[in-house]
């Protein structure tokens, strides 16, 4: 269970997160959605102990994630499918980090099978395609069977194919009594495999709820994106024009 | 803190020393930075070797130690790239999750780049021996390992390369850039030294004996270096003077930039 208490990250005068609260409950996968620049990835770096919280709390099973003995057992994370050395190979990557935990290599053979990486195991991360990276960073997250996953975007760059292996494998995870807090921009896609959503923009929270109640409480939404587009209307800080559009000022422009 | 069941063991210091290892020896920068180390150090010792007269007076084991100018860039840039690969690439999202207290991490990176400096070193100043056989001979220069002075030399030729390496790594750990790291080192330990030489004087030659570049006085035999203790304006640092400033920088740079990942953000 991972738990964020009135959660504020300041950078300087810009509030990257702003008193947020929520619960991402065991045995569900909790899809994170926001425009980009909510504070989504901000979050997810507090909670795993990246970055200090300004004031507030976040936890996991009612944890600091620095005060884990053995986070990998505890969390898996995977926050950005580029953090891999380009010229190490798939294998050494993850080696280096189950040997911090002590973890087999058996292990690590496992979880190459489990994300289909077995025939470019032994391949330099440079040569990998996003999607590769993304199936690397998940084999990270999985490493330490750990009861709780926080994924950061996980089916950006994933073939068809990739996206329905995510979708039904966090819905095993959670099924097994695992917590997944899981973000993504992919409407449908969590629609699909998300039981409950937390919605934020501008670091703060704008809904928490069951995907079904959030598209019901919206005037005339028919799906989760509707619903999203309308909670999120007044929260989007980067928004691109139409082509024909140019000549026009942009109605709502960066806010930094 | 609690006690994590006994199938369920988590970080030890043993453990991220395992995974640094694992780390450094599986990029292939690794093994070039050392080959090339040890290639620089013993082919400038041969060059240095080809103005070797008779008459000169110079001991044999200055001549093999003579490389260091160029072996000390060699572990420095060793000690940069590991304390700036987690970054330059992100890996260090990955590394701290899975390590979270952050110094175990670099406490691992300093030591692993210690002993894969002192290999370095033992390589490059066996390479110099070899390669100056026979100019030494041809020269008259002896080099007498049951002599005091000439095996303290050799080993602090040893200890100058591995003090250099730490530099580097705290250096690269700090500033967190490979090129901006790089090039802090390089200023600090052979430009600024050089510039402050022009203009000798009271206040340049105390700054020059504090830099970490004083080290290299680890290199010099007994005789260069009472003449250098001679004419100076600034302090008499003797034979282990500049191995102690070296030192002192080394794990400076370490507490800082230990400072630096423990209380600062990892964004």
Same mark, same amino acid.
């Given at each position: 269970?991972?738990?964020?208490e ?7 005068t810009?509030? %990257?997160?702003d ?32 970055e200090?919280p ?10 600091r994630y620095?005060?884990?003995?053995a986070?990998?057992?505890a969390?898996g ?16 990557h993850?080696l280096?980090? %189950?040997?911090?935990?002590g ?13 289909g ?12 395609s ?13 490493l ?12 950006n760059?994933?073939d068809?194919?990739?996206?329905l292996?995510?979708r ?23 629609a ?27 005037t005339? %939404?028919?799906?989760?994106?509707d ?14 024009r139409s082509?024909?559009?140019? %000549? ?5 422009g960066?806010?930094? | ?5 006994p199938?369920?063991p988590?970080v030890?210091?043993?453990r ?9 020896l ?6 070039? &930075? ?15 070797g080809?103005? +070797?007269? #008779?008459?000169?007076?110079?001991s044999?084991?200055?001549l ?9 860039l ?7 790239m590991?304390?700036?690969?987690e ?7 990955v590394?701290f ?10 406490l ?33 220069? &002896? ?13 602090d ?20 850039? #490979?090129?901006?790291a790089?090039? &802090?080192? +390089? ?12 203009? =000798?004087g009271?206040?340049t ?13 680890l290199?010099?035999?007994d005789?260069?270096l ?5 004419t ?6 003797? =034979? ?7 030192g ?10 230990g400072?630096?990942?423990?209380r600062?953000?990892?964004?």
């Open positions: 269970m991972i738990e964020v009135s959660l504020t990250k300041r950078y300087g810009v509030r %990257a997160v008193e947020l609260s929520f619960t991402a409950h065991s045995g569900a996968v909790t899809g994170f959605l926001g425009p980009n620049g909510a504070g989504k990835s901000t979050t997810m770096r507090v909670v795993v102990g990246l200090r300004t004031s507030g709390t976040a936890t996991v099973d009612g944890r620095a005060d884990l003995a986070p990998l057992h969390v994370v995977m926050l950005d499918a580029r953090s891999v050395h380009p010229g190490r190979t798939a294998f050494r993850l280096a980090q %189950a040997r911090t935990h973890i087999s290599r058996k292990r690590v053979d496992e979880v190459i099978g489990m994300t990486l077995e025939s470019v195991a032994g391949r330099r991360a440079g040569t990998f996003l999607g590769m990276g993304q199936r690397l960073g998940i084999a990270g997250a999985l330490g069977d750990p009861g709780t996953l926080i994924l950061d975007e996980p089916v760059g994933l068809p194919d990739g996206v292996w995510v039904r494998l966090v819905r095993e995870l959670a099924d097994e009594g695992r917590t997944v807090l899981l973000s993504s921009h992919l409407m449908h896609e969590l699909l495999c998300a039981d409950r959503v937390v919605i934020i923009g501008k670091g703060r929270l704008l809904a928490d709820a069951p995907v079904q109640e959030i598209i019901d409480r919206s005339g %939404a028919a799906s989760l994106e619903a999203y587009l309308q909670l999120t209307a007044d929260s989007v800080q980067y928004r691109g082509a024909d559009d140019s %000549a026009t000022t942009p109605t709502a960066s806010t930094r | 803190m609690t006690v994590a069941a199938t369920r988590g030890t210091f043993s991220v020393l395992a995974a640094e290892w694992t780390k450094l599986s990029v292939r920068s690794t093994l070039w &930075t050392v080959v090339g180390t040890i290639l620089a150090a013993a082919s400038l010792a041969f060059a240095l080809m103005f +070797v007269r #008779p008459d000169s007076g110079q044999g084991s200055s093999i130690v003579s490389g260091y100018l160029l072996a000390q060699g572990t420095l840039v060793l000690g940069v590991v304390g700036t690969g970054y330059s690439v992100g890996t260090f999202r590394t999750t899975a390590v979270p207290r952050r110094l175990p991490v670099l691992a990176q300093a030591l692993i780049t210690a002993v894969v400096a002192l290999a370095t070193a033992v390589g490059a100043l066996l390479a110099s021996f070899l390669v100056t056989v026979g100019q030494r001979g041809a020269g008259g220069l &002896t080099v007498d390992l049951t002599d005091g002075a000439t095996v303290r030399v050799l080993v030729y040893v200890c100058f390369l591995v003090g250099v390496a730490v530099v580097g790594l705290g250096i690269g750990a700090l500033l967190r850039r #490979p090129t901006a790089l090039v &802090t080192g +390089v200023l600090v330990l052979v430009v600024f030294d050089h510039l402050l030489a022009v203009n =000798p009271r206040v030659d105390t700054v020059r004996a504090l830099l970490p570049g004083s080290g290299a006085r290199t010099m035999d005789a260069t009472t003449a250098l203790d001679a100076t304006l600034g302090p008499q640092l003797g =034979p282990w003077g500049g191995g102690v400033v070296l002192l920088w080394a794990v400076g740079l370490l507490i800082a930039a400072y630096r990942l423990r600062h953000d990892l964004a």
